[in-house]
């Protein structure tokens, strides 16, 4: 029952920004990783940031070292989202992405970035970076 739909993927040139929205539904996420994931043409999905809960409205963030210091993860526990502002983006971030949420609320921080830990996903949604 549960939900992920994110939007705001599209087309922007290099150095331009994009915000990326998620909203999860079926029950509250507030104490679970929620996080973002891509995948570019023919290659795995990767990693791209995430969120781990550590007590109260508190979380920790971890982004892979690829996209650190242009992106930003955040969160809204009273809406249940999760957005993803990418900032001076480049070509090689061209890729779906797609909005993931954990069921494991305990979840380590050493698997945090794992694909596998993630059990509901969103549909996907395009970002393209081209001149």
């Known amino acids: 029952q549960v939900q992920v739909i994110e939007s705001g993927g599209g087309l922007v040139q290099p150095g331009g920004s994009l915000r990326l929205s998620c909203t999860a539904s079926?029950?509250?996420?507030?104490?679970?990783?929620m996080g973002w994931f891509r995948q570019a043409p023919g290659k795995e999905r990767e990693f791209v940031a995430t969120?781990?809960?550590?007590?109260?409205?508190?979380?920790?963030?971890y982004y892979a070292n690829s996209v650190k210091g242009r992106f930003t993860i955040s969160r809204d526990n009273a809406k249940n989202t999760v957005s993803l502002q990418m900032n001076s983006l480049l070509p090689e971030d061209t890729a779906i992405y797609y909005c993931?949420?954990?069921?494991?609320?305990?979840?380590?921080?050493?698997?945090?970035?794992?694909?596998?830990?993630?059990?509901?996903w969103g549909q996907g949604t395009q970002v393209t970076v081209s001149s």
């Open positions: 993931a949420a954990s069921e494991i609320a305990g979840l380590i921080a050493g698997t945090i970035r794992n694909t596998e830990n993630y059990h509901f």
């Open positions: 079926g029950r509250s996420f507030s104490n679970y990783p």
């Open positions: 969120t781990r809960w550590i007590g109260g409205s508190a979380y920790s963030k």
